[in-house]
């Protein structure tokens, strides 16, 4: 640990180097001195296992055994003379371990297990083991970094991370894991796991802070004395932040349809649809039920816009024909905060009601806004190409913002939209803080003119007929169409819009996201 390297130097003065090596590669590989200017430099809660020592070779790869660049996690391989010859009578285990060198013809490499990156200064630090490490919906996890950051935590002597689904009620498909912290106080005392939760928020990514910290006496161990993960229990799933008791009336209907559909006990007003796990399936089954509770239409674009208890109750409680547009229009207001905006731009859907579910990962500094093409006035209906849905959308965009930093998001088409806007934006030299591209392929790698010919193609209709079994499931007998009409014309302009598109080139960085489960194969 940093802190017991720093508390070393203050007390002795003694120069103290880490060393880093496994039992196949001799007695150490790497070193660092954790001590003066280094041990200053290091801001993580471990000190670096350092540099390679000499006839030694240290290497940090991809899944695909390609270099990974500094800051990106790998797996660390161990190269030079100090490699063992391979274990005694396991020549299986050997052969799993000790591989090819794929740098190096002839030679070998040693497969650690250990989880690694470089850092700016040419050193190495250590992550974990890749059998504490998992990915949950797209995010890498590193279990063991959360683990070694909550025991440095006030007062914790022992802590443990474990993903686990607490939420049953909303685990609708897809990976529904959520992230459960296991403290032991080391005093004995109670722990303030609020307070506790709010260190971890500085200090680990948004996806690697434990959605609920849970005290126990002592954690649970198997006859081995190792940890027994099944015997931790689960946590009881409530809403964050006691605030303001919903009233009678609204409120309180609304309260509890949050809790019926999320699997917790909503008691605050200001409790939050998307951050307590909702999502736009959720969100169009919240809107059906609360429909044939107050006996008036209750729109999905109304809970995406106002997805808290209090101003839901506001919106249904008013006037309706003001307010049932709300999620149709082409500003698509997920959340308001005091920092920097985050605008997502539609896929071909036409909507960006997918983007809800990032309130849930962004710091609560950032805003998030859907820019959307809503019919029969969007611009996807109404322009000749793609060129002019760009234009219309930077209108838009510096409607809500006039100068940058932009921070720009696409889906799939949206990307395409994106990255158009963020070349324009360069043009007019503005600054684009980041670019973002969802599951984004360039419009050249298809024949969109056959498919404008053939009418849509089967993959597309595929995806139209799921989303419209999903919506018809989720509108739990709700005659609601005008969001598949919608859907369906928009798909269908996307088509003519893409038989004369083309990419605009982008001078600046782009961060490409693709799913596994959409890669194509050979990528």
């Known amino acids: 640990p940093a802190d017991l390297c720093r508390e070393w130097q203050q007390l002795t003065g003694a120069p103290l180097h880490n060393l880093y090596g496994p039992t196949e590669a001799a007695v150490d590989v790497s070193w660092y001195p954790a001590f003066g200017e280094e041990l200053a430099e290091v801001r993580g809660s471990s000190v670096p296992i350092g540099y390679p020592v000499w006839n030694t070779g240290l290497r940090i790869l991809d899944a695909m055994m390609h270099p990974v660049p500094p800051g990106v996690a790998g797996d660390l391989y161990l190269t030079g003379i100090q490699l063992a010859q391979g274990y005694l009578g396991r020549p299986d285990l050997t052969a799993s371990r000790f591989i090819a060198d794929p740098f190096a013809p002839g030679e070998r490499m040693y497969r650690t297990g250990d989880v690694a990156r470089w850092l ?25 970094e959360i683990d070694r950051v909550m025991q440095a935590l006030p007062d914790v002597e022992q802590a443990v991370t474990h993903a686990c689904v607490i939420n049953q009620a909303a685990a609708t498909g897809g990976d529904a894991r959520q992230l459960v912290g296991y403290l032991v106080s080391q005093s004995g005392l109670p722990l303030d796991t609020s307070a506790l939760q709010a260190q971890l928020r500085e200090t680990l990514p948004p996806h690697m802070v ?17 940890l027994d993960r099944k015997a931790l229990p689960l946590p009881e799933l409530k809403a964050q932040t006691p605030g303001r008791v919903p009233k009678a009336g609204s409120e309180t209907i609304i309260a509890a349809a949050f809790s019926s559909l999320l699997g917790c006990d909503v ?13 736009s399936l959720l969100a169009m089954k919240l809107a059906a039920q609360l429909s044939r509770q107050f006996a008036r239409q209750v729109t999905p674009g109304q809970v995406m816009v106002a997805s808290t208890v209090a101003k839901l109750a506001t919106i249904i409680d008013g006037e309706e024909d003001s307010t049932r547009r709300m999620g149709f229009e082409t500003i698509l207001p997920l959340r308001e905060g005091n920092g920097p905006t985050l605008f997502c731009f539609h896929p071909a859907s036409g909507f960006a009601w997918q983007f809800s579910v990032l309130s849930r990962y962004l ?3 950032w805003s998030i806004i859907g820019i ?31 100068h940058g930093p932009y921070y720009l998001l696409g889906y799939s088409l949206g ?35 056959e498919k404008e010919a053939n009418g849509l193609d089967p993959e597309v209709l595929a995806e139209i007929n799921r989303e419209r079994e999903a919506f018809l499931a989720a509108q739990q007998g709700s005659t609601s169409t005008e969001l598949f009409t919608t859907i369906e014309g928009n798909y269908a302009d996307a088509v003519r819009l893409l038989t004369t598109a083309h990419s605009v080139a982008f001078d600046g960085k782009a961060t490409l996201f693709v799913a596994e489960r959409t ?3 050979g990528m």
């Open 120 to 144: 700016d200064n040419g050193a190495v630090e250590y992550l974990g083991r890749s059998d504490d490490q998992l990915k949950i919906r797209g995010q890498r996890i590193e279990l063991g």
């Open 210 to 226: 434990p959605v609920v910290l849970l005290q126990l006496p002592q954690l649970p161990l198997s006859a081995n004395g190792k």
């Open 267 to 279: 008691q605050d007003a200001d409790a939050d649809f998307f951050a307590l796990g909702g999502h």
């Open 363 to 365: 710091d609560p500094q």
């Open 372 to 402: 959307q093409s809503p019919r029969p006035h969007g611009p996807m209906q109404t322009a000749a190409n793609l060129d002019e849905v760009c234009e219309a959308h930077l209108a838009t965009l510096f409607e809500q913002q006039p």
């Open 415 to 449: 990307g395409t939209l994106a990255q158009g806007i963020a070349a324009r934006l360069r043009a007019r030299g503005e600054q684009v803080a980041f670019l973002g591209l969802l599951d984004t392929w360039p419009p050249e790698t298809q024949n969109w003119q």
């Open 519 to 521: 890669l194509q194969e």
